[in-house]
């Protein structure tokens, strides 16, 4: 995938673009300016706050993994650094933090996004435990993603459409972003997805949403960290074999239950 990209941007300057790439880098073009103008346009979502629309004002619920990292949570707390929505959107490079944009870019970017950059959506760990790196690995995504969110209470995540198009440009419904709850949902811990609320998830729960359409918000009003598990990257035959076995395990504990080892071979 980066070599596409690497490609499109080469062929930008070359000028020998072909159809194809000149749409892809205006996507890229429009996720550099990420604004909630630009992505509304994008979106089939009806953005109507009195319909449901069961396509989009939903969350997928995928199965439920038995939480085996109960151990690692006080660490991943502690451990976990705040940032502001435009680091959320800089820090792309895998699983390692890149580096903040200068206050001048940050101040011109916020003139456009109308984002605060005082305020602090999240906080975020980069430091991936193996029991969580097995889980993650279950998933077999190209070009993985993986990256703790930890709420802090009185963290927003303000509405927005995500913006994944770089994973592949050419083909975004191969792209795919899971959560798994990693702690039990308690009141004053919200999921918004369209006009759907989502609340009462249990620790393992995992879902899917659609990131192309539905606009989405998080917020912890409560009194202890919400912990989420994110993964992004690119479904495979294997991603699609695991979650049949996630949908038809509930909740799906015998092989998780044996870290360390391939539930393939088991
Ligand atoms: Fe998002």
């Not at 038995?66 to 705040?82: F, G, M, Y």
């Not at 929505?85 to 792309?92: C, D, N």
């Not at 760990?125 to 077999?140: E, G, M, R």
Request: net charge neutral.
């Amino acid at each position: 995938m980066k070599k596409n990209k690497d490609r499109i941007i080469t062929s930008h300057i070359d000028g020998t673009m072909t159809p194809d790439e000149k749409k892809a880098t205006l996507v890229l073009q429009e996720q550099a300016n990420n604004n909630w103008d630009t992505t509304r346009r994008r979106s089939k979502y009806h953005f109507d706050p009195y319909m449901q629309d069961p396509l989009y004002d939903t969350v997928i619920q995928l199965g439920s993994i038995v939480p085996c990292w109960q151990d690692n949570l006080e660490q991943i707390i502690l451990e976990s650094k705040r940032v502001t929505w435009q680091q959320l959107a800089h820090w792309r490079t895998r699983n390692e933090p890149g580096k903040s944009k200068s206050k001048k870019d940050l101040a011109a970017e916020e003139h456009i996004t109308g984002r605060d950059e005082t305020l602090y959506p999240t906080n975020l760990s980069w430091k991936i435990p193996p029991i969580l790196q097995y889980v993650s690995d279950l998933f077999a995504v190209d070009d993985c993603m993986a990256r703790i969110h930890v709420q802090m209470p009185s963290q927003v995540f303000n509405m927005h459409i995500d913006q994944l198009y770089s994973w592949n440009i050419t083909n975004p419904d191969s792209i795919s972003r899971f959560q798994i709850a990693l702690t039990d949902w308690e009141p004053g811990h919200f999921c918004s997805y369209g006009n759907y609320l989502y609340t009462g998830w249990r620790a393992g729960d995992v879902t899917i949403f659609d990131w192309q359409n539905v606009p989405h918000s998080t917020a912890n009003a409560g009194r202890s960290p919400r912990v989420t598990l994110q993964i992004t990257g690119i479904e495979t035959e294997q991603t699609r074999e695991f979650l049949r076995k996630l949908k038809n395990s509930k909740p799906f504990v015998n092989w998780i239950s044996k870290p360390y080892v391939d539930w393939r071979s088991i």
